[in-house]
């Protein structure tokens, strides 16, 4: 990568992702496929005041030959010290910064059983982890770098060399990053974009919405008590800004538990547990998925369903205009951090506390009290599509058009 933009990049991902601050640590955790950026983050981070970086490195080959060669109760059994690397940090009020480089389809061969039991066992290792992030406790982000397998799955007819500068010029695009503007400024006014929209929805106060296309999706989703819409810059419990995620084009709130009915189809594959699930569908009776189907990969989207009790129960309601600048550049990225930002979308499983009012200093018992659903994951996929309606209907019955083809009508 050029290193004007290299840097540009990193400033970004620290300084409005991240949110840094001066004489606070940082866990890194991040892939082998990442040295370069890696090392411009470390770098860049210890210039803006980091006090120490903790560095958790993955790779994806070598975790596939753990997965092959190892037994089930050996992957399961994950070390207090796996889980104390990143807890004490976090609880000292380090910052995290997620750098994402996924191989795609790498896991195709492993039992999605075991894929899922492995995951199961390291989010139950990593609970009160994730909980500091989820709640916002502390600020958090997450970025993506290319890699040659990936680039070609989403390029396959380049070359290696020209479909990975393809994929590394189209993730900056969507990420505001290039030679002629600063990336900052950029984010403030895209911030500031996000936010009145979100002001706008949390003004409104609907009570429920009604999503509708012609390609299946006929779904009404009833919205959780003291309900609040979010989206582009959060704050931490410190009150400092941070992105979670870069990019962003989304508006986010939180279904009732319990107030979801009716069918929704997939517009985009899903890359779920190393493995694309493609032309999906999911039926909803009070909240519950008691029915699903996938044309090509029924197994892995059975893991997805079945892993846990919450994971039958939805999360997150997102939406997105069909004409995101990441809808536009007409690319499926095969990764949820962008294709969700060219598509409206759900989550399966855990919701997020903000998306309470005042709820990221309440307690479990509190937000479930609410219609929050609580699950160890957090899976969003794709329905968006151009012709797509959406109907809000108020507290008083009022019935307002929010979407109409693909986009906003406010």
């Not at 810059?233 to 962003?248: A, D, G, V, Y």
């Not at 084009?249 to 997939?266: A, T």
Request: charged share 25%; glycine share 6%.
């Amino acid at each position: 990568m050029d290193k004007t933009l290299l840097e540009k990049y990193a400033k970004l991902t620290i300084l409005i992702g991240a949110g840094l601050k001066k004489g606070q640590e940082v866990i890194l955790n991040t892939s082998v496929e990442c040295n370069e950026f890696n090392r411009e983050l470390v770098k860049q981070c210890y210039q803006y005041g980091a006090k120490n970086i903790h560095i958790e490195y993955r790779d994806d080959y070598i975790n596939k030959l753990n997965y092959q060669n190892q037994s089930l109760q050996i992957l399961t059994n994950i070390p207090k010290y796996i889980a104390d690397r990143r807890e004490i940090p976090v609880k000292n009020g380090a910052c995290i910064i997620n750098v994402i480089s996924d191989i795609p389809d790498i896991f195709k061969d492993i039992n999605s059983d075991k894929l899922k039991k492995i995951s199961q066992a390291k989010e139950k290792a990593l609970k009160v982890y994730r909980e500091y992030q989820s709640a916002n406790r502390i600020q958090w982000t997450i970025v993506a770098w290319p890699n040659m397998q990936w680039a070609k799955k989403v390029f396959p007819n380049l070359s290696e060399q020209q479909a990975y500068k393809k994929l590394e010029e189209s993730i900056l695009k969507c990420c505001y990053v290039d030679k002629s503007s600063d990336p900052i400024k950029n984010w403030n006014k895209h911030n500031t974009l996000t936010h009145n929209r979100v002001n706008k929805m949390n003004k409104l106060n609907f009570q429920s919405l009604h999503f509708k296309n012609n390609v299946g999706t006929n779904l009404i989703i009833e919205l959780a008590k003291n309900h609040n819409w979010a989206g582009g810059q959060e704050l931490s419990w410190s009150k400092t800004k941070f992105n979670p995620n870069i990019p962003t084009e989304e508006i986010f709130g939180m279904p009732y538990k319990y107030g979801v009915n009716g069918k929704v189809v997939s517009t985009k594959p899903l890359n779920y547990l190393g493995n694309t699930i493609k032309n999906f569908s999911l039926t909803f009776k009070n909240g519950k998925v008691v029915k699903y189907s996938s044309k090509d990969n029924q197994n892995t989207l059975r893991s997805l369903i079945e892993y846990d009790e919450g994971s039958h129960y939805l999360g997150e309601v997102a939406i997105v205009e069909y004409y995101s600048p990441i809808s536009l550049s007409n690319i499926l990225f095969y990764e949820t951090l962008f294709d969700e930002n060219a598509s409206c979308h759900l989550a399966l499983g855990r919701a997020y506390q903000m998306n309470i009012k005042n709820g990221i200093k309440l307690k479990r018992e509190q937000l479930t009290k609410l219609g929050a659903n609580y699950s160890n994951t957090h899976v969003d996929f794709m329905f968006g599509s151009k012709d797509m309606s959406i109907v809000g209907t108020t507290k008083d019955h009022k019935k307002i058009q929010i979407f109409k083809n693909g986009r906003f009508v406010f």
